[in-house]
């Protein structure tokens, strides 16, 4: 069964400065990752994903994630963070031989500085 | 394109209760998941529809249920609720490929049961 972890629970970073956001996900085979905010009170939106092919990912409002087979890690980062990055990260795994079904990291919530 | 929208936004049940959330999924999307997210936590998978059929389940127990229509959408059904089934219910919409797709959540159901 896969898993996933992210091991901060809440990072408080000064606008404008940079960010990482760590995960770390336990699946035999070729996982497909993602990463989705959500703001408070609102669901889910996507920021990137990983399915194959280039490990450094591209997402929407600035956001990148590399895929590091061998720490099996999926860090998701932001060179220069803005007050309305503030909100909740997670991180999920999907495998191919469960359909859809995602398993989620328990989030990261992010702190925004003025 | 419209997106994948959940009803109601909140409600408050008691102990012993049943309770029916909908999802109507984003357009051209025949495959349906349910997730439960309890404060402070990351979602969980509840289950999944394709075609009106029960297509993967998370480790819930069978008072949760559910139904997908001719027309896509969905509903969760939960008897016998319990103070533990307080969460942020989340509907996921995707398309079927053989592997994980992309999955678009609605806003969520936010259920308090006293």
């Known amino acids: 069964a896969q898993s996933v972890t992210q091991p901060d629970i809440h990072i408080t970073v000064s606008e404008g400065a940079s960010l990482e956001l760590r995960c770390n996900y336990s699946?035999?085979?070729?996982?497909?990752l993602f990463w989705y905010v959500q703001s408070p009170g609102q669901g889910l939106q996507l920021l990137l994903k990983?399915?194959?092919?280039?490990?450094l990912v591209q997402g929407i409002k600035g956001f990148e994630a590399e895929f590091k087979r061998s720490q099996s890690s999926f860090n998701l980062r932001k060179p220069s963070v803005h007050w309305s990055d503030a909100a909740e990260y997670f991180c999920a795994v999907g495998a191919n031989n469960a359909g859809n079904m995602l398993t989620f990291g328990g989030g990261t919530r992010l702190m925004v500085k003025p | 394109e419209t997106g994948v929208t959940q009803s109601p936004t909140h409600l408050i049940k008691t102990r012993g209760q049943q309770v029916t959330l909908r999802c109507s999924s984003q357009s051209g999307h025949n495959t349906v998941s349910w997730y439960q997210q309890a404060l402070g936590q990351g979602p969980q998978f509840i289950f999944q529809y394709y075609r009106e059929e029960e297509n993967g389940r998370g480790n819930f127990p069978p008072r949760f249920s559910g139904l997908q229509f001719p027309n896509y959408s969905s509903e969760l059904n939960v008897n016998a609720l319990e103070l533990d089934d307080s969460a942020l219910y989340l509907c996921a919409s995707s398309l079927p490929s053989g592997g994980p797709e992309t999955q678009y959540f609605g806003p969520g159901t936010r259920l308090l049961v006293l």
């Open positions: 990983y399915f194959s092919g280039d490990t």
């Open positions: 699946y035999g085979a070729t996982p497909y």
